[in-house]
């Protein structure tokens, strides 16, 4: 199968790329060649690929700049999302789409579930909304993916920057009262690859909305201590962890107190669950002080 996917560097298109390994062909296709921003690119940039089935991995993912540069994020998010889906359905195959947690407000008390009302908070989450709404008014055949807290070997993530001032720190404060699922980027390529022949096979059931994240949930404190227990265990750098409350981190956007995501659907219909979420960090921690 050639698996067109969207964005060069990011973590799950890299993560895709290591996974498949040859069981399946990835073409990875970026800028400039497919810029978000300019929805005229898309189409004869996907088409090169010749895909099977496309995977919308790119996105504008600064959470706190999309604060002050809304239309660049709805144009990449919204827009450039709507152009991969509607390329998708003039290709006649299939799009998984990559959206997030932070479609919903976090108010909930419980994981949230994919008939859960959203309500972003922030510019981002409601440029992904924008996203998710513009997919599936583009082709009925798109699984859209909502993840969450990705980490992964490639790229800015949080277990790289916890490993990296944890070089100079001996004490750090994390945020202890915002709540999800850490997942891995390698995680989320192993589903959509377990998945991808069920997308290709047309099979109606598995088009729509579904969760996916790693099983188990924590705080960022506690996802904070775990990165520093394996990382000493294994001779890297680690840091005593202080709680604090989102009121004593301020940032620009706001983030939803409770990201949990129930994956029990993605699991039913396409038979794959993720690892429990210690086991995925244990493993990107050891590659990451490798
Ligand atoms: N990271 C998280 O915690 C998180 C949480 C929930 C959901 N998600 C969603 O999961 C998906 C994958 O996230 P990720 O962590 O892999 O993202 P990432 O590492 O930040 O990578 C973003 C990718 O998007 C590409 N991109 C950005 N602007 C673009 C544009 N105008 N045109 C074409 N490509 C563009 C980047 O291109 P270059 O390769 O050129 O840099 C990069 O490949 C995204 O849809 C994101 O919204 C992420």
Not at 226 to 254: E, H, K, L, M, N
């Amino acid at each position: 199968m050639r698996i067109a996917v969207t964005g060069r560097e990011g973590q799950v298109a890299q993560s895709l790329a290591e996974r498949a390994g040859t069981a399946h062909e990835v073409v990875l296709v970026g800028r400039p060649a497919l810029d978000l921003a300019n929805a005229a690119t898309v189409l004869p940039a996907l088409a090169e690929a010749r895909p099977d089935l496309i995977v919308s991995a790119a996105a504008y993912t600064a959470v706190d700049q999309a604060e002050d540069e809304p239309d660049l994020a709805n144009a990449v998010n919204g827009s450039g999302a709507g152009a991969v889906a509607a390329a998708a359905a003039r290709l006649g195959v299939p799009v998984v789409h990559l959206s997030t947690d932070y479609v919903f407000d976090g108010a909930k008390d419980g994981d949230y579930v994919e008939t859960d009302p959203t309500g972003p908070i922030g510019a981002y989450g409601a440029s992904k909304l924008a996203g998710e709404l513009a997919v599936a008014a583009a082709t009925p055949h798109h699984a859209i993916l909502r993840t969450a807290w990705v980490y992964s070997p490639f790229g800015k993530n949080f277990v790289r920057t916890m490993l990296r001032v944890a070089e100079t720190r001996e004490e750090l404060t994390v945020v202890a009262d915002q709540h999800g699922n850490p997942t891995s980027a390698l995680d989320i390529a192993d589903a959509i690859l377990h998945a991808a022949p069920q997308l290709v096979s047309g099979r109606s059931d598995v088009f729509g909305v579904f969760h996916l994240a790693g099983t188990g949930t924590t705080s960022w404190a506690g996802f904070a201590r775990r990165i520093f227990a394996t990382s000493a265990a294994a001779g890297g750098p680690s840091a005593r962890v202080r709680d604090i409350v989102t009121a004593d981190y301020p940032t620009r956007a706001r983030r939803p107190a409770n990201s949990r995501l129930s994956s029990a659907k993605f699991s039913q219909t396409f038979g794959w669950t993720a690892p429990a979420w210690q086991d995925s960090t244990d493993i990107v921690v050891r590659r990451l002080i490798g």
